[in-house]
């Protein structure tokens, strides 16, 4: 079996890389004594500082090919982190920037850990990110456990992953004008499910006592969703967005998705992505769809008049169904949906269906001219109190609200007892 061109070695005092080039390592050693350095995978910076003979010690420079032990063999050996009690912190140099990186000792690392597809340095992404340190493994509380780590490496983005990302971007332009056979998107969200885990977060439970820290984090983890659409796939995308949903909405006490729900116009079964429930047991419909770029509204005219662009359509045709079904359900869904959902609900509670409505959360609204605003709005109004049209930016507006006022204090004050004077 052919070996690995990376593989980690570790020693008493040190992580050794161990780098195998294709042909022999003369290349090498004429790029070290032209004074140049070597990038293995778009992640390693090495020099013939961090060189180490068969022996485990420095290996001398010099242009006497008897001095240089390793010139002659197939594999090069660089000390790339030196020991730091339980951890290996790896030498800034080696790795091309200043933030500290720990390796625990227990960690068994194989070059995937550290170097994407196309040559992508996986740390220099996390150090994007703008960490004081980056700590993998080990009991430091800012540490990412191992296995936490090896998932993170797992779902990196391919180039495949892009290449989806690129053609659902076009497809969402081309399918407001015509019909291609293939749905980009769908493929692209289906490949991302394949590869990731939707977990569902929990906002509430690091600032119970804290609401200003908790309408906070939900902001600025709106916020980064937006930056970084491509990221989550569509079911982490939804949870992601129904915990600020039941955030912003605390009548709901649950949210339940893939719920089952008959269809007696064509005899067969449905299903809800999201059904939540109220505290009276009360039912309502929620649809969410990644935004990807897309506004709300056509720029063109028709007659006129700026019409909803077709992905908006569709969410709130395909809401209204699932409305009247469940309105034709009646006692029996309501019957139904309690044994079904009841297990996760407290005891004695009961499914209710009446007249439930529905929200939509879709598309941006931060870019639309002032005839669009007022077409959407007029849209909007005409259909509240059956199917409820959120954008995103309405959910950042919202967030951002709540937040000043809990700045600025109470939600509940008296008024002053007459106007300031002027």
Same mark, same amino acid.
Request: charged share 25%; proline share 7%; glycine share 6%.
């Given at each position: ?7 980690? @070695? ?7 890389? *161990? ?78 920037? @200043? ?32 960490? @004081? ?11 990412? $456990? ?47 499910? %394949? ?46 967005? *129904? @915990? ?74 395909? *809401? ?31 499914? %209710? ?19 669009? %605003? ?44 007459? $106007?300031?004077?002027?």
């Amino acid at each position: 079996m052919t070996k690995p061109a990376v593989e980690f @070695e570790i020693s008493a005092n040190e992580l050794r890389l *161990v780098y195998r080039p294709r042909d022999d390592t003369r290349w090498v050693r004429e790029r070290f004594e032209r004074g140049d350095g070597l990038v293995v995978k778009g992640t390693f910076h090495l020099t013939p500082r961090e060189l180490v003979d068969e022996a485990g010690e420095a290996a001398p420079s010099g242009d006497d090919d008897d001095e240089i032990p390793w010139v002659d063999d197939d594999r090069l050996v660089f000390a790339v982190a030196i020991a730091d009690g339980e951890y290996f912190r790896f030498k800034p140099e080696v790795l091309g920037f @200043e933030t500290p990186v720990l390796l625990h000792r227990d960690a068994r690392p194989d070059w995937k850990w550290f170097s994407a597809e196309r040559k992508v340095s996986i740390l220099g992404v996390v150090e994007s990110l703008g960490l @004081e340190r980056i700590v993998i493994g080990g009991p430091e509380p800012d540490a990412i $456990p191992i296995q936490e780590y090896e998932r993170l490496i797992s779902q990196f983005p391919t180039p495949h992953e892009l290449r989806r990302y690129v053609q659902a971007r076009v497809g969402t332009v081309v399918r407001q004008y015509t019909e291609p056979a293939v749905d980009a998107e769908a493929l692209l969200n289906a490949y991302v499910d %394949r590869r990731t885990t939707a977990i569902a977060p929990d906002l509430e439970a690091p600032f119970r006592q804290f609401d200003v820290a908790k309408y906070a984090s939900a902001l600025q983890r709106l916020q980064a969703m937006l930056a970084n659409e491509a990221g989550p796939s569509e079911a982490q995308w939804q949870l992601e967005i *129904v @915990e600020i949903i039941l955030l912003l909405h605390p009548r709901y006490i649950k949210a339940f998705t893939e719920v089952r729900l008959w269809d007696a116009d064509a005899a067969t079964w449905r299903r809800i992505d999201i059904l939540l429930v109220d505290a009276s047991g009360n039912v309502d419909v929620i649809e969410i769809k990644k935004p990807m770029g897309k506004p709300i509204m056509l720029p063109a005219r028709y007659r006129d008049h700026h019409l909803p662009m077709r992905d908006l359509i569709g969410a709130m045709g395909q *809401v209204t169904h699932y409305l009247r079904h469940l309105n034709r359900w009646g006692p029996t869904g309501e019957t139904y949906l309690t044994q079904l959902l009841g297990p996760q609900l407290p005891a004695g509670f009961k499914i %209710r269906i009446i007249n439930p409505t529905g929200i939509v959360i879709t598309g941006r609204s931060n870019a639309l001219s002032d005839a669009q %605003r007022r077409e959407f709005e007029v849209l909007r109004r005409d259909s509240k109190g059956v199917v409820d049209i959120v954008t995103y930016d309405d959910l950042l507006a919202r967030l951002q609200a709540v937040l000043d006022q809990l700045r600025v204090g109470p939600a509940v004050s008296a008024a002053p007892a007459s $106007p300031p004077t002027e």
